[in-house]
């Protein structure tokens, strides 16, 4: 029973690039989450999403940052025109059900800006 | 935004010792939640705790959840290498609002 997949493991941007960062929850689960770490820091809540649905992005900064979970095919983070600040650890988890439920991490997608 | 506070940020303990680490919040949390992340990994999830009061084991590992509701300390007993890592606690609100995170205990064993 593979577990939450994210890639690549390891992502390297110049400012003013875009990256994508996918995610794969497990299998049978459909809530995906989106966290950041900075370094020596604690995960930060960016996003909550349902196939085909935002649920809540409270924690997504206003511009650049956009994610989707498609009917078909990984969740995507996109990160428009990175500045060096965007530099961290993006982690994705899954959920079978609802959020309350318990969560389960990938490996995470450590970017890097130049 | 809303954070918990974790201490120590870091202890370094000798093979075999007892280890204490305690989160707090101003707020009151209806959910306690403590996470292992290793170099380079994901969090992986060690216990959650859902009562006030609630005291959980895992293995070497038990967990309280304040009586308050605004604490939860993590013990690990007897000590082993294989538990260096950054202990996370994570909190949630309420049913229906995102886990906020502690920044992390430190933990380092020496054999």
């Known amino acids: 029973n593979a577990g939450v997949m994210q890639n690549p493991r390891h992502l390297v941007r110049r400012r003013g690039q875009e990256a994508r960062l996918r995610c794969s929850p497990m299998?049978?689960?459909?809530?995906v989450y989106w966290y950041r770490q900075l370094p020596e820091e604690g995960l930060k809540f960016m996003v909550y999403?349902?196939?085909?649905?935002?649920?809540?992005e409270s924690g997504m900064p206003k511009e650049r940052f956009s994610a989707e979970f498609p009917k078909e095919g990984p969740s995507i983070l996109r990160i428009q025109q990175v500045v060096r600040g965007d530099s961290a650890a993006y982690f994705c988890?899954?959920?079978?059900?609802?959020?309350?439920?318990?969560?389960?991490f990938g490996p995470g997608t450590r970017l890097l800006v130049l | 935004g809303q954070q918990l506070n974790q201490s120590p940020q870091s202890m370094f303990i000798q093979e075999g010792e007892d280890v204490s680490m305690n989160c707090t919040s101003s707020?009151?949390?209806?959910?306690w939640l403590w996470y292992k992340q290793d170099p380079g990994e994901g969090p992986v999830l060690l216990i959650a705790?859902?009562?006030?009061?609630e005291l959980t084991s895992n293995g070497r590992l038990t967990a309280q959840f304040g009586i308050t509701r605004k604490d939860s300390f993590l013990n690990i007993s007897a000590s082993i290498p294989s538990d260096v890592g950054i202990y996370f606690c994570?909190?949630?609100?309420?049913?229906?609002?995102?886990?906020?995170f502690g920044k992390g205990t430190r933990l380092s064993v020496i054999a």
């Open positions: 988890a899954s959920s079978p059900l609802s959020w309350e439920e318990t969560q389960y």
């Open positions: 299998k049978g689960h459909s809530h």
């Open positions: 999403l349902q196939k085909e649905n935002i649920i809540d």
């Open positions: 707020s009151i949390f209806n959910t």
């Open positions: 705790l859902y009562k006030a009061g």
């Open positions: 994570a909190g949630r609100k309420s049913g229906n609002t995102p886990l906020v």
